[in-house]
C-alpha cells in the first residue's frame, strides 16, 4: 500500500454493522500490511461515547489467535478515535473537519475515505454535510454507502440524486459484500481464462442456470427490520442478481472497471421486468417438531404480514448467447441447509440411445461455505457392472490451498476502495436496472397483498417448488450418485456436494 496519508472516517460507528463488519475489516487490513502509511481511523456518531469505551466496544468484535494478533490488536486500538456529532448539522461536520485536521499531518496529501455504516434515510444529509464541510482539496475523497438502496426505483433514484448532488459518480463506492467474496470475484477468471468453459457457455450447450441462496434460520428476533424489506429486496435484487451478470455478462474490453461494470449492465437491460408469474414467495411457519417458530411468531413481526421469507424467480436473457435459457434465482430463510452456490446445468446429450438414462452434466460454483467448484459427470461404476453412475471433477479449496487465506468480503471490498477500484462496487446505471426489473413486482404484491405459500422451518421450502422449477427444465436424476465428502483445511468432514 502507498505511503500516503489517509483518514478513514466511519460513519455509524455506534452501530452493529460498523461494530461486526467495518472495523473488523480495517484491522484484518492492518493485519496483513494493507493499510495506508499514516492511517487515522475516526468513529463518528450521535452516540455520546468516551474514548475508552469506544475502543473497547470495537476490540471486543475482533477475534485474535496468537500473542501477536494481540499485540497487533493493542496498536490498533491506539489508532482509533471517536467523535459525536448530528447528521443534518453543519456544525457537527464542521467539528469533525476539525477533530480530523488535528490528527493529520500538516503538510502532504490527505486522502479521506467517509464509510456510511448508515440507514439510507440520512445518506443525502450526511453526502452533503461531508461534501460542504469536510471534503478534502489536497487528495482523493471517497464515499462508501451500504444497501439497501432504496426499496424501489423511485426512492433509489431519490437516494441517488440526493448523492450525486455533491458526490461524483466515480467517488461513489455502492457495497455489495457479495462481490467482494472470494468465489464471486473469480467467476471472471473461471469464465474467460478458461477455454473449454468458454467454448460450452451459451444456449447451445446450457440448458438452465441455478443461483441458491440458503440460510438455516430465521430472523432470530430481527423480523421487525427484514419484514420491510422481505427476501426479494433483502437477498435477491442485489446480491443473486449481481451474481447472475457476472455469470452471463459477455467479455469485457480489459478489466479497466468500467469495462466489466458496461457488460454487467448490458445484461440487465436485456432483461424483462418481473410479473408474478415469473415468481413463487413463501413464508416459514414452525418447524415439524414445532422446536423452531414460525416468522410470524416472531413478536417484532405483525400477525398479518405478507412479506416473503423465500422467493424463486426466473429470468430470460433474450440475447445472441443466452435467448431461452432460463435463469432461475431462490433464495429463503430458515431451511434445510446453509449454502450459496451457482449450478449451471447443461443439456442432455443428444441421440444418446447407448445410455438414454444419463444425468445432465452439472458445473457447481459453491460461492459459501467451503468454497468449491465442480463438474458432475457420468463415469463407470468401479468393479464388475458397466453401470454409469454420477461422480465429479472436484476443485475444493479446503483441500487444493490449504496455505492461503481467503479475506473477508468487506476486508476485500475495503481494500478494493482504498485502491481506488470500482470494479466489484454497483454502478448508478446498473442499480436502475436492477430496480426496474423488480419494483413493478414489489408494488404489486403489496398493494394486493399477495400471501405466500406456507413451507416449514427447516424444510426445502414451499410445496410446488420442484414443479415450479422443473417447469423451466431443470431436471432432476434418479440415478446412483458416488457423494464425494468435504474437508476443512484440518481433515475434518463439513458437507457434502
Known amino acids: 500500500m502507498a505511503k500516503d496519508n489517509t483518514c478513514i472516517v466511519v460513519l455509524g460507528a455506534s452501530g452493529d454493522l460498523a461494530f461486526k463488519k467495518t472495523f473488523p475489516a480495517i484491522f484484518g487490513l492492518l493485519k496483513h500490511g494493507l493499510l495506508p502509511q499514516p492511517v487515522q481511523i ?62 493529520e499531518p500538516r503538510s502532504g496529501v490527505r486522502n479521506r475515505l467517509f464509510y456510511m455504516a448508515l440507514p439510507p434515510n440520512v445518506f443525502g444529509s450526511v453526502g452533503k454535510g461531508l461534501r460542504e464541510n469536510v471534503y478534502t482539496a489536497n487528495g482523493w475523497n471517497r464515499v462508501v454507502v451500504e444497501k439497501p438502496f432504496g426499496r424501489d426505483l423511485p426512492t433509489s433514484n431519490e437516494l441517488a440524486a440526493a448523492l450525486a448532488q455533491y458526490w461524483k459518480e466515480d467517488e461513489i463506492y455502492r457495497i455489495d459484500h457479495y462481490l467482494g467474496k472470494e468465489m464471486v470475484k473469480n467467476l471472471l ?43 426479494i429486496r433483502d437477498v435477491m435484487q442485489n446480491h443473486l442478481l449481481q451474481v447472475l451478470t457476472l455469470v452471463a455478462m459477455e467479455k469485457p ?137 454420477i461422480s465429479e471433477l472436484e476443485l475444493n479449496y479446503g483441500r487444493r490451498y490449504t496455505g492461503e487465506r481467503i479475506p473477508d468480503a468487506y476486508e476485500a471490498l475495503l481494500l478494493d476502495v482504498l485502491q481506488g477500484d470500482h470494479s466489484n462496487f454497483v454502478r448508478d446505471d446498473e442499480l436502475r436496472e436492477a430496480w426496474r426489473i423488480f419494483t413493478p413486482l414489489l408494488h404489486k404484491l403489496e398493494r394486493e397483498r399477495i400471501v405466500p405459500l406456507p413451507y416449514k422451518y427447516g424444510s426445502r421450502g414451499p410445496k410446488g417448488l420442484d414443479e415450479f422449477i422443473a417447469s423451466h427444465g431443470f431436471e432432476r436424476h434418479d440415478l446412483p450418485y458416488d457423494w464425494q465428502q468435504v474437508f476443512d483445511r484440518r481433515g475434518e468432514r463439513l458437507a457434502k456436494l
Open 42 to 103: 475516526v468513529g463518528y456518531a450521535r452516540t455520546k461515547m468516551d474514548l475508552a469505551k469506544f475502543r473497547e466496544r470495537v476490540t471486543s468484535q475482533i477475534k485474535v489467535a496468537s500473542d501477536a494478533d494481540r499485540k497487533l490488536l493493542e496498536t490498533f486500538k491506539g489508532l482509533l478515535t471517536y467523535v459525536d456529532g448530528q447528521y443534518d448539522q453543519a456544525a457537527s461536520f464542521q467539528n469533525l473537519r476539525a477533530f480530523i485536521e488535528r490528527l
Open 189 to 231: 477468471i473461471l469464465r474467460f481464462a478458461n477455454q473449454f468453459l468458454g467454448g460450452i457457455w451459451d444456449r447451445q450447450h446450457i440448458s438452465n442456470v441455478q443461483i441458491t441462496f440458503k440460510e438455516p434460520f430465521g430472523t432470530e428476533g430481527r423480523g421487525g427490520y427484514f419484514d420491510e424489506f422481505g427476501i
Open 253 to 389: 474490453i480489459s478489466l479497466d472497471p468500467e469495462h466489466v461494470r458496461d457488460e454487467k449492465v448490458k445484461v440487465l437491460r436485456y432483461m424483462k421486468e418481473l410479473t408474478t408469474n415469473d415468481i413463487m414467495i413463501g413464508q416459514y411457519t414452525a418447524s415439524e417438531d414445532g422446536k423452531k417458530p414460525g416468522y410470524k411468531d416472531d413478536k417484532t413481526v405483525p400477525k398479518d404480514s405478507v412479506a416473503p421469507t423465500f422467493a424463486t424467480a426466473v429470468f430470460f436473457i433474450p440475447n445472441e448467447r443466452w435467448d431461452g435459457v432460463p435463469f432461475i434465482l431462490k433464495c429463503g430463510k430458515a431451511l434445510d441447509d446453509a449454502k450459496v452456490e451457482v449450478r449451471v446445468q447443461f443439456n442432455s446429450v443428444p441421440g444418446n440411445t447407448l445410455y438414454p438414462n444419463a444425468a445432465r452434466n452439472e458445473i457447481v460454483i459453491r460461492l459459501q461455505p467451503n468454497e468449491a467448484v465442480y463438474i458432475k459427470m457420468m463415469n463407470k461404476k468401479p468393479g464388475m457392472s458397466g453401470q454409469p453412475v
